[in-house]
């Protein structure tokens, strides 16, 4: 039985791997929150997996209770797991910066985490270490854009524990500290109060002088350069002779601060002054001398000696603190430099330094140069000194204070000082008979009247001990010295009366072992008989004579003056000491106590008694006194001044009014900052020891009396010190009045009570006063008491009387006042409400009272809204305290101040909101704050109330106001997202819309029971709230889908998900309309679709069910439900695209079909028509939503911009077939429409608007709007734009035929209707422009690619689909693969071209499976023409305007002939149809039909001659027509079609179809027709051939021709070899009877003619098997006239035979063979049998210019199609065996002579000159006579025919392999080539073997010159070569392999797609043409770049001798 838990909190103390059902696997460390739990398990998840819950045993987790967790260390768990996942995703985004801040934070954060767990430090330490943390926490979020943590200290606040505007004042201050937070923790925090003392710590960090083998002593004081005076005592380090890093006389000695520094001393002057003194001998030399005799005297006497001064300015420090920011609070180093001077002018060093006096001083240079002088390091420290230790308790262990000489700005009440400091200025003494000044000491000694030494009182300085004596530094030889010495006495106050000081004057010898000699003394007394202490300043002591120290007695010289007018001498007494007049000591003296005075006012003021006559002068001294002189005795002083007030009967003295106005300086001066702390001491007095019971009635009277005579005062300073101290004049009448009634018991109550209104009449009649500058302070003075007044009066008046009297004060204020006094006024309201006042029930009716009035006046006329604002938020944070203490019980008195709240301000504040959210007010946040507070306190009963409230007597116009101000109000404030407040505050947003929300529960009885009725119904305010509650559900901040899953969790626990309490809340208010739903239909359905986007399912399946409540409405009220239909599907269409909804709305829309036919069930069974509909329509909505959802999902992105086309044309088909949406379809043609003008597809452009422009009229005039344009147009001026807009498009597509009929149909406007001839010739123009572009442009063909989408993780738009797209300009498919990996990175391309099976289609991955396809052009596009189409006309129809593409695959049928592949290689040919033409609105569509055809071996024999002869005619047609055409492309096609290489692949096909045995076995049953045409065709070649040679002839230049002659002896060869193929043995059917008879010779062109004619028509009429027998070789039939069907995939020819012209030429002679004995002798010929000539003539128009150089244009139409090798090795040896065998023997089965010559010629039996030549032989070419062409010589209609191979169907024979190997050709098919000095050094050569053996060889021709290797022939497409290393295989005849194909397209074969290399194949390359000039003769440079002439496969020796590896570097792609 599982138990819910009570959010319990674990660990996992051991791994778990969660290997049961529904386990959750957990490692070590874990954190898991518990949901429940049973005996021995628990449920719940884990922070680090997120969303996953599972179950775990109990005994591997820890449970921790979570309330004794530092909320901290809690705070920096959930952040340290926040922030990682964040600090991952920057190292991804390769945000450095961030990422490596970030982790410095994350480990000072775990780093105080561990600190604050181990629980080792102080609370204090503790709290720091916290503040410390949450900082750096701050900073992070900030930086990071994270939420703002709320938090009071270092403690996050719980939201639902304070009132929502404590919890908008507490989001104030965090975000400023959060601002002013940084990474190292330290916070700039921003203080409400000025700070008024500051502490210098200072440390020495390093003296770099050594000072001549003597200690020293380096004396460090502040020094204020304004003053040019010291402002601290002195602080001393001793350094000893060895240096400072090597004493340590104890720990922190070089440290100390220096304290109570007001803001007054941090200014640009302050420095800080080290004053050296070296200690030791009194000249230096003596004491380098003793240090060398190795220290033997140590006894001798060592003084202090100037040595240098050095002075470092603060400025820098003082900046610092201008701003407190954080770094004034870090330590910084300094060093400054020593400087020295004359000795009497070493008193003025600083001075000196200072004022840059540089002539008078020098520096002082350090022993060595890397030191640096002196070294401090300084901090300043902020606050109390006690606030200070303990911030910094490490400060201050063990360091220094050192005092200010003087007060700090701030005296604290405990603060005890006795200080007196002297400072030692000069001396003036008599020369004494000597020529030399004296070196003289002085001796500082303090002692009592008896003469004994006070100890442990005197201080030369801080950081040296008390000492019993002080002895200053000499200075050398000088009778006026001046030491400038301060000290510093601290003598017990019991002593101070009776103690003096004496001064010693001894004159210091240089020499050895003397002793100072007493010469003088001086004294003086610490303080005079009336009590005062020595005064301030400076003092001019007298010098008495006395030479012997015994004779020292106080006694003796006490009664003597110490100085002038010394009141306490007794005589003049010179008896025992006489005293020069010319001698005198200065001293100065500053005294710092708060028990002593100096001043004798005020100690005659404290003894009044005693001097009546004197008070006057008293009183009038003590107002002229220093502030701390009256605070230090503030008690006696008081008591005094209360003593004089009044007479013992209470009536005033003559001294009351001065008495009064002491009392006043003296409150305001407590008032102030400086004494801010004595208030506490000041109210201490008043309680405790107070006691003039009497003085009320003199205080009432004066108070009154300056309130009277305010307005008649010249002086307004002592009014506005009595206003400002009512507070202390209050408290003492109301205590004094206490004591009284205490001791009469409660006499003259009522006078006192009359006294007291008399005084407030006064007062208002005080601010009754017009105001002028004069009087405004004072007045306001008087407002800022009022509070603190009538506080002190709850206890003497009741409560309502205190409330008359402060709205009597308040409302005396005239209406028109000052700014200054309305603030005043707002602020003794704020006063009143913050005060104790507001607290106490009967009188917090009355205050609330009185500040709703004000409130209400000030927010009507929005004046002074931030104090109204403030004053507000004090009323509600302490409302919402007092109901929080009142929660069991709420007291009728706070109801009804909630209800006199609400009834007053909720009102007035709504306005005032819904008028200052228009601008941008600073103070609209508080006041939307307020707002809320107010909505919280109020409960229903209130509200209930308040609804009364507003409808009196029923009138509900003030409610219908209220409520519709209201709902605007929440709407716009939602609406803007709670833009009022900053984006991070996601805790303060969260409570304002649980806030909003429960109030809106209130907004809404209202509605039900007052504005539902027939009568009373209000459709408009009943629309606000149903607006404003969708707004509310979809405002962003509560789509908690958005966020990280830890905040998500968190907010669901905190506040659950508001959403779906707010939609069901909108569902009941629905129901509750009952009849009146009809109003909102169809305007709610966009509302309710947007509820219907919150992901929970009760909510949505709820507001589904409204949409069929709409729908019946609908239909009931107006027959259909049309507008609900129309306005859902706008609605979704909106929605979506705003990126909103998901894939499980569209599950739950499916869901809502089943749902509304239930409904329909119960409800009504009646009416079908509309149950259909409903259910049409739901199948509607729901397959647009597929559509709608596809798109949003491709919405963003570059790399999704042809899914968004597709997703796109999706849904603009769907808003036109299925609903028939005008507006929409348009807005979609219009996205499309952009999309491809992003992409750069302008022909894709101009179709998509062309839908559109083809659904305007031209005879329309009305106005029509295109989306996205505001304008309208009339209907033929919006379709004539739409067609300049298509042409331009389509010219920059180079779709120059689609255009033409648009300009055809413009001229026709503009010429038939419009009359417009101007735009007329314009377009016509155009016209001629786009038909001449037509036979002038160069446009690269297309390219066409098949594209399987398979696997279940594609989006469903292409999910298990093909489709055929159309490739970019030059885009090979390498380009293009690349391209669709980047539009779909996650998917895997399939490297082979099968049907992919089941497990592909259904797996979750993605697969995507490539290949080219061909296109098959429209057979009607020129069904037309008359006469031949010209090449650039024809060509643009066979790739555009095409729906059916075809790709080949080659497969075995039957066995197969190891010998001959070629027996039994079928192609299976796929025949695929698109939905749509291309190109089209899109570059691509789906294939909608598949269709598979198989091609008989013999068909596809056909199929290679015939395309290879056409490309050549092609040739010739254009060679004719533009004879200067590079001849290089010519060269080489005819090499390669004529070379006997070859031409090995007709003796395979020979032995494969021509043979009886073919034709009687099952492969060659039906194919006779085939077998003939194959011999037609082959015989048509020759034909072809011969008149490309005969041209070629006629245009090569001198240096083509030995290659030109070459190719002429290969066709005698090639013509010998075929010279028996006419001749076939008559069928036994025929006879001579059914032979026609043959034509006369002058008939023959007719007789042709006629043939042809017959021929085509025969096969048009579906006969394509016919058996063509045939006799004689020329007379019955020729092979020019022979039928030629017209292939599928080529439904018109662009070369017609009719055009093609071969003249006669004489053929080479050839041997004579032996004759049939049919064959007929014709006189006229002795030549083979080759049928005759014909010349037609020619009507191709001019070919187009070349490309430009590496520009190929793709000849797909002529492509020749291209075998594989499909031998195997395993026989190799076999066949040459039987090669062997078979010598002598031929292969025809026909009668065909072979007289090739070097049919058997071995590669070694070459002449003796050529085989010299070796491999080496040099070629050289003429210059200027090769260029690169950039024609490519293969067809890529036909490289691509067999671009399907799959593997499973392709067997690919070891020999491939070999072969691969052997020939690594580059992919423009030359081979690798050396430069040697310019000429082609030819490595390699061929040996030409041929498929037959001929024995009797003749005498061979002359030698011909060696070919290239890589020679590469497809002429005829079946050709076979051989190309075997001269190297390795020496004697070997090898067999033929018959492969037609070149390497790019073996690879396209082999792996099933073209892979990415193929580009290469149809480009010449320009690096293998050299030229040289040395012979001036020139080899062809085509044998050597035949780029994509079909390579031919030779098969390589099948011996592991014979098959090294011979490897070619190539440019292009490989075997």
Not at 114 to 126: H, I, K, N, P, W
Not at 213 to 229: C, S
Not at 350 to 357: Q, T, W
Not at 1432 to 1458: L, S
């Amino acid at each position: 039985m599982w138990i819910p838990s009570n959010n319990k909190y674990g660990v996992a103390i051991h791994n778990w791997h969660g290997d049961v059902r529904y386990g959750l696997p957990l490692d070590v460390g874990d954190s898991v929150d518990i949901v429940e739990e049973c005996k021995y398990w628990y449920r719940g998840s884990c922070p680090r997996k997120s969303r996953a819950v599972g179950l775990f045993p109990k005994t591997y987790i820890h449970i921790k209770d979570l309330s004794k967790i530092d909320p901290v260390v809690a705070e920096c768990t959930q952040v340290l797991r926040e922030w990682s996942e964040i600090w991952k995703r920057l190292y991804v985004d390769r945000e450095a910066y961030k990422f490596q801040t970030l982790r410095k934070v994350m480990f000072s954060i775990l780093e105080s985490r561990r600190e604050l767990l181990s629980a080792t430090m102080t609370q204090d330490q503790t709290t720091e270490l916290q503040m410390v943390v949450v900082s750096k926490i701050d900073w992070g979020n900030r930086k990071l854009g994270l939420d703002l943590v709320p938090r009071v200290g270092p403690l996050a606040v719980d939201p639902h524990g304070i009132g929502i505007v404590k919890l908008y004042n507490v989001h104030v201050s965090s975000a400023d500290n959060a601002k002013a937070s940084s990474s190292r923790g330290t916070l700039r925090r921003k203080t409400q109060r000025k700070i008024l003392s500051h502490h210098l710590y200072f440390c020495m960090r390093d003296f770099g002088h050594r000072i001549g083998g003597d200690d020293a002593e380096v004396y460090f004081f502040l020094y204020d350069g304004n003053r040019m005076r010291p402002l601290s005592e002195r602080f001393l380090v001793k350094i000893s002779k060895d240096g400072f890093s090597n004493y340590i006389e104890k720990l922190h000695s070089n440290c100390s601060v220096f304290t109570d520094l007001g803001a007054a001393d941090l200014h640009e002057e302050l420095h800080l002054v080290a004053v050296v003194m070296r200690v030791g001998k009194i000249i230096q030399s003596d004491s380098i001398k003793k240090t060398e005799k190795n220290n033997t005297c140590l006894g001798g006497a060592t003084y202090r000696r100037p040595f240098g001064v050095g002075v470092l300015s603060l400025s820098d420090i003082c900046q610092l603190d201008n701003s407190l920011e954080q770094q004034s609070s870090e330590e910084h180093e300094y060093s400054f430099k020593l400087y020295q001077s004359e000795e009497k002018d070493f008193h003025l060093l600083p001075e000196l330094i200072i004022k840059k006096s540089s002539g008078k001083f020098s520096p002082i240079q350090t022993g060595n140069q890397s030191t640096q002088g002196i070294v401090v390091s300084l901090k300043l420290l902020h606050g109390g000194l006690g606030q200070a230790r303990a911030e910094q308790p490490l400060l201050f262990q063990g360091t220094t204070i050192t005092r200010k000489m003087g007060f700090p700005d701030v005296i604290m009440p405990g603060d005890v000082r006795n200080d007196l400091f002297l400072t030692l200025e000069r001396g003036e003494f008599e020369r004494g008979g000597k020529n030399t000044g004296k070196n003289i000491l002085v001796t500082v000694v303090v002692l009592d009247v008896a003469g004994n030494v006070l100890s442990d009182c005197l201080w030369g300085a801080s950081g040296m001990d008390a000492l019993p004596q002080y002895r200053s530094m000499i200075l050398y030889h000088q009778n006026a010295p001046s030491w400038n010495e301060m000290l510093r006495l601290s003598v017990p106050i019991d002593k101070f009366a009776t103690a003096h000081v004496r001064f010693e004057f001894r004159h210091c010898s240089t020499r050895e072992k003397s002793e100072p000699k007493l010469f003088a003394f001086s004294f003086a007394r610490l303080m005079d008989t009336s009590g005062a202490t020595l005064g301030d300043g400076q003092h001019e002591l007298y010098v008495y004579k006395c030479e012997d120290p015994a004779k020292l007695q106080a006694s003796s010289y006490l009664r003597l003056q110490c100085r002038p007018r010394d009141a306490q001498a007794k005589m003049d007494c010179s008896g025992c000491f006489s005293r020069s007049s010319k001698e005198v000591f200065v001293l100065r003296s500053l005294l710092c106590s708060t028990k002593l005075t100096q001043n004798a006012d005020l100690l005659s003021l404290l003894q009044w008694r005693a001097h009546p006559d004197t008070i006057q002068d008293s009183l009038t001294g003590v107002l002229r006194l220093n502030d701390e002189e009256l605070v230090k005795f503030l008690q006696d002083v008081l008591d005094a001044l209360f003593a004089m007030f009044s007479n013992e009967e209470g009536n005033s003295t003559t001294h009351s009014g001065l008495v009064f106005h002491v009392l006043v300086s003296i409150f305001s001066l407590l008032q102030s900052n400086k004494f801010q702390h004595f208030r506490p001491v000041m109210h201490e007095y008043i309680e405790n020891h107070f006691a003039a019971a009497l003085v009320y009635k003199g205080l009432i009277t004066s108070v009154e009396h300056m309130a009277v005579f305010m307005t008649k005062a010249e002086h307004p300073d002592p009014f506005q010190k009595c206003f400002g101290s009512l507070e202390y004049i209050f408290k003492l009448l109301i205590q004094s009045r206490r004591l009284f009634a205490r001791a009469t018991g409660g006499q003259y109550e009522d006078s006192f009570r009359r006294d007291l209104h008399s005084l407030f009449t006064a007062l208002n009649g005080m601010l009754a006063v017009p105001s002028y500058d004069v009087i405004i302070p004072t007045q306001e003075a008087l407002l800022n008491s009022t509070g603190v007044v009538l506080e002190q009066l709850k206890d003497t008046l009741p409560a309502p009387e205190l409330g008359m009297l402060a709205r009597n004060m308040l409302d005396a204020i005239p209406r028109g006042a000052p700014n200054r006094l309305i603030q005043a006024k707002l602020q003794a309201v704020k006063d009143l409400v913050s005060g104790e006042l507001f607290h106490e029930d009967d009188s917090r009716t009355v205050v609330l009272s009185v500040a709703c009035k004000h409130l209400r006046m000030h927010l009507s006329r929005r004046d002074e809204l931030r104090l109204c604002a403030e004053i507000l938020s004090e009323i509600l944070t302490q409302l919402y305290e007092l109901q929080r203490e009142q929660r069991d019980k709420v007291t009728n008195t706070l109801q009804h101040d909630l209800d006199s709240l609400c009834k007053n301000i909720l009102g007035i504040l709504i306005r005032t909101i819904s008028i200052i959210m228009e601008g941008s007010n600073a103070v609209l946040p508080q006041l939307v704050a307020c707002l809320l507070g107010l909505l919280q306190l109020l409960d229903e009963t209130h509200y209930k109330r308040f609804w009364d409230e507003l409808t009196p007597n029923k009138d509900p116009r003030d409610l219908k106001d209220f409520l519709s101000k209201s709902l605007l109000v929440y709407e716009e404030l939602l609406t803007q997202d709670w833009l009022v407040y900053p984006n991070d505050w996601l805790v303060m947003k969260l409570a304002a819309n649980d806030v909003l929300r429960k109030s809106l529960e209130e907004f809404a009885k209202p509605l039900v029971y007052r504005f539902l009725g027939p009568q009373a119904f209000d459709s408009q305010l009943w629309w606000s709230y149903f607006s404003l509650a969708v707004t509310f559900l979809t405002q962003p901040s509560l789509q908690l889908e958005q966020y990280r899953e830890p905040k998500r969790l968190k907010i669901l626990h905190s506040h659950g998900d508001m959403r779906v309490l707010m939609g069901f809340q909108i569902l009941s208010m629905w129901s509750q309309l009952g009849e009146q739903k009809l109003h909102f239909i169809p305007s709610m359905v966009g509302p309710f679709l947007e509820v219907t986007l919150v992901p929970e399912p009760a909510l949505r399946k709820a507001t589904l069910s409204v949409f069929y409540d709409m729908m019946q409405c609908e239909q009931a009220a107006r027959g259909s439900f049309r507008l609900v239909e129309s306005e859902l599907i706008d609605k979704l269409d909106l929605l979506i695209s705003e990126n909103k909804g998901d894939d499980e709305y569209r599950e739950l829309f499916s869901t809502m079909e089943h749902l509304s036919l239930v409904l329909l069930e119960k409800v009504q069974v009646e009416n079908p028509n509309w149950k259909d509909a409903g259910t049409a329509f739901i199948g509607s909505v729901t397959r647009l939503l597929e559509r709608l959802l596809d798109y949003r999902s491709v919405m963003q992105g570059e790399e999704n911009r042809d899914k968004r086309m597709t997703c796109t044309v999706n849904l603009l088909n769907f808003y036109k077939n299925e609903i028939n949406r005008k507006e929409m379809y348009l807005r979609y043609i219009y996205k499309l429409h952009n999309l491809h003008l992003q992409a750069e597809n302008y022909t894709e452009a101009g179709y998509t608007l062309k839908l559109y422009a083809s659904m305007l009229s031209w005879d329309r005039e009305t106005q029509s709007f295109a989306p996205f344009d505001n304008g309208g147009q009339p209907e033929w001026q919006r379709k004539e734009r739409l067609y300049h807009e298509i042409l331009k498009y389509f010219d920059k597509g180079k779709c120059w035929e689609k255009g033409i009929p648009l300009c055809k149909e413009l001229a026709q406007l503009y010429e038939t209707r419009r009359f417009d001839y101007n735009k007329l010739s314009d377009i016509l123009i155009l016209e001629a422009k786009f038909f001449q572009n037509i036979l002038t442009q160069l446009r690269p063909e297309p390219e066409y690619f098949r594209v399987g989408f398979y696997g279940m993780g594609l989006p469903l738009f292409v999910r298990n689909k093909q489709f055929v797209y159309r490739g970019l300009e030059y885009e090979r498919i390498g380009a293009f693969t690349q391209r669709l990996q980047t539009e779909f990175p996650s998917a895997q391309i399939l490297t082979n071209n099968s049907p992919p099976d089941a497990a592909i289609l259904n797996a979750p991955e993605q697969y995507i499976q490539i290949s080219n396809v061909r296109p098959v052009g429209d057979a009607q596009a020129l069904k037309t023409a008359m006469v031949p189409v010209p090449e650039k006309i024809a060509r643009f129809y066979e790739v555009n305007d095409v729906t059916r593409f075809i790709y080949d695959r080659p497969m075995y049928k039957g066995p197969i002939d190891k010998d001959n592949e070629f027996k039994s290689l079928w192609i299976e040919r796929t025949t695929l149809d698109i939905a749509s033409t291309l190109p089209g609105i899109l570059r691509w569509f789906e294939v909608k039909q598949k269709s598979v055809q198989e091609l008989t071996p013999v068909e596809y024999a056909c199929e290679i001659i015939s395309n290879a002869g056409k490309e050549l005619a092609e040739l010739i047609v254009q060679y004719r027509r533009d004879p200067k055409r590079n001849i290089n492309p010519f060269s080489m096609r005819l090499q390669g079609t004529i070379d006997a290489n070859v031409m090995g692949g007709i003796s395979k096909y020979q032995e494969a179809f021509f043979s009886e045995h073919f034709l009687k076995s099952p492969q060659g049953a039906g194919q006779q027709a085939n077998v003939q045409r194959l011999k037609i065709l082959i015989l048509e070649q020759i034909q072809i051939l011969e008149q490309a040679l005969e041209l070629h002839g006629q245009l090569a230049p001198a240096g083509v021709q030995p290659l030109h002659n070459r190719l002429l002896e290969r066709f005698s060869q090639l013509k010998q070899s075929l010279s028996g193929m006419g001749r076939l043995k008559r069928q036994p059917s025929e006879s001579i009877v059914n032979t026609p008879l043959p034509p006369l010779p002058t008939e023959q062109r007719t007789a042709a003619a006629a043939a042809a004619a017959a021929a085509h028509q025969q096969m048009a009429s579906g006969n394509p098997n016919a058996n063509y027998v045939y006799e004689l070789d020329e007379i019955y039939t020729r092979p020019g006239d022979t039928l030629r069907p017209v292939e599928a995939m080529n439904s018109y020819q662009t070369l017609s035979k009719e055009s093609l012209s071969i003249e006669l030429v004489e053929a080479p002679p050839v041997p004579n063979r032996p004759r049939s004995q049919n064959f007929i002798t014709n006189g006229a010929m002795d030549s083979p049998e080759v049928p005759p000539k014909r010349q037609p003539t020619y009507n191709s128009p001019n070919a187009p210019p070349l490309p430009p150089r590496g520009i190929t244009p793709d000849k797909r139409a002529s492509n020749p199609l291209i075998f594989n090798d499909f031998g195997t090795s395993a026989d190799a040896t076999a066949r040459r065996h039987s090669a062997q065998q078979q010598h002598g023997q031929k292969y025809a089965v026909v009668d065909i002579s072979f007289d090739d010559p070097e049919a058997d010629q071995q590669p070694h039996s070459l002449p003796h000159n050529l085989q010299e030549a070796g491999s080496h032989l040099n070629v050289c070419f003429a210059p200027n006579d090769f260029r690169d062409s950039g024609i490519s010589t293969t067809s890529s209609r036909d490289l691509n025919q067999l671009n399907n191979l799959s593997e499973e169907s392709s067997s690919i024979s070891l020999s491939t392999v070999h072969h691969r190997e052997h020939c690594r050709i580059s992919s423009n098919g030359s081979l690798d080539m050396q430069m040697h000095g310019g000429a082609l050094n030819i490595t390699q050569r061929e040996s030409s073997t041929s498929s037959f053996d001929v024995e009797d060889i003749p005498v061979p021709p002359p030698p011909i010159p060696p070919k290239s290797l890589g020679v590469s022939l497809n002429g005829l497409g079946a050709g076979i070569g051989i190309a075997v290393d001269e190297a390795h295989t020496p004697n070997t005849h090898p067999s033929l392999n018959h492969s037609i194909n070149n390497h790019h397209q073996l690879q396209q074969q082999h792996n099933g797609i073209g892979s990415g290399n193929g580009d290469a194949d149809d480009y010449s390359s320009p690096q293998h043409h050299h030229q040289a000039t040395s012979n001036g003769n020139s080899l062809a440079g085509s044998a050597m770049q035949a780029s994509s002439m079909s390579t031919v496969a030779a098969e390589a020796a099948t011996t592991t001798t014979n098959t090294s590896s011979s490897s070619h570097h190539h440019d292009g792609g490989t075997f």
